[in-house]
């Protein structure tokens, strides 16, 4: 695929099935880059978007792809210097949330090896899960990371992840033993990143990780006030730094 940085227009949903159903809807953008080669903005424009080591894995590494590297290596991965491509939020103004950044991995020949997805919650944890999708872009893992305050750690994702084109479209279903409880969709328009599609997109979607962690936590309150049970969060260990 073309490995040139890319602006994706988005709306992500979330909802809720059990144990009462619930919807979230909110208006985004993100990036699509080569995390060897991310896009140099002009200087003025450098505070819309900045994609910092520390905000991914361990937060130790020299680089994203560092950091991705050692994690894959960690599981017995080696991309023997693929390509690598990347969907996230980049920092604006200093700030970032990256509820799920993924990473679509080929080898050197173009193949595709693996994807990463990198979840992050609103307590500051961070965990990684190593897909093998199959053809029609569908992996399936067991849930290990505390992510909802209304979901316990159980159940099992399925998510489609095709590779980004001229349109977004993923989709995360976390299905547990009562059925399916919660569906994560992310759809989008690719764009350019030129100046003018970052401006007008940073100007209709001001602070946009700030907004999406807002309003993550917004509607948590919302269900705790319906009388949404809590559910008691563990400690967690995050795979990056296994050994």
């Known amino acids: 695929m073309n490995a040139a940085p890319a602006l994706y227009s988005c709306t992500i949903t979330h909802v809720r099935t059990t144990p009462r159903r619930y919807a979230l809807r909110h208006r985004t953008y993100m990036w699509l880059i080569d995390p060897d080669r991310p896009p140099r903005l002009p200087f003025l424009l450098r505070p819309l978007a900045r994609f910092d080591p520390r905000d991914h894995f361990t937060g130790e590494a020299p680089s994203i792809r560092a950091g991705l590297d050692t994690f894959l290596a960690a599981h017995g991965v080696d991309l023997d210097g693929g390509r690598v491509v990347m969907l996230a939020h980049a920092r604006v103004f200093g700030y970032v949330f990256n509820p799920l950044t993924l990473y679509w991995c080929y080898g050197p020949g173009g193949e595709p090896r693996c994807v990463v997805a990198e979840v992050h919650n609103t307590y500051g944890g961070r965990h990684s899960y190593l897909l093998s999708p199959d053809a029609s872009g569908t992996a399936r893992t067991?849930?290990?990371?505390?992510?909802?305050?209304?979901?316990?750690?159980?159940?099992?994702?399925?998510?489609?992840?095709?590779?980004?084109?001229?349109?977004?479209?993923?989709?995360?279903?976390?299905?547990?033993?009562?059925?399916?409880?919660?569906?994560?969709?992310?759809?989008?328009?690719?764009?350019?990143?030129?100046?003018?599609?970052?401006?007008?997109?940073?100007?209709?979607?001001?602070?946009?990780?700030?907004?999406?962690?807002?309003?993550?936590?917004?509607?948590?309150?919302?269900?705790?006030?319906r009388g949404m049970p809590v559910q008691p969060r563990?400690?967690?260990r995050t795979s990056e730094k296994a050994t």
């Open 142 to 225: 067991e849930k290990e990371f505390y992510v909802s305050p209304f979901f316990p750690v159980d159940g099992r994702y399925r998510m489609r992840l095709p590779t980004p084109g001229p349109r977004l479209d993923l989709t995360v279903h976390l299905d547990r033993q009562s059925g399916r409880a919660f569906t994560a969709t992310v759809r989008g328009t690719r764009r350019g990143p030129s100046t003018a599609s970052l401006l007008r997109l940073a100007l209709r979607h001001p602070w946009s990780t700030l907004t999406v962690s807002a309003a993550i936590r917004i509607h948590g309150i919302r269900l705790y006030l």
């Open 234 to 236: 563990p400690e967690h």
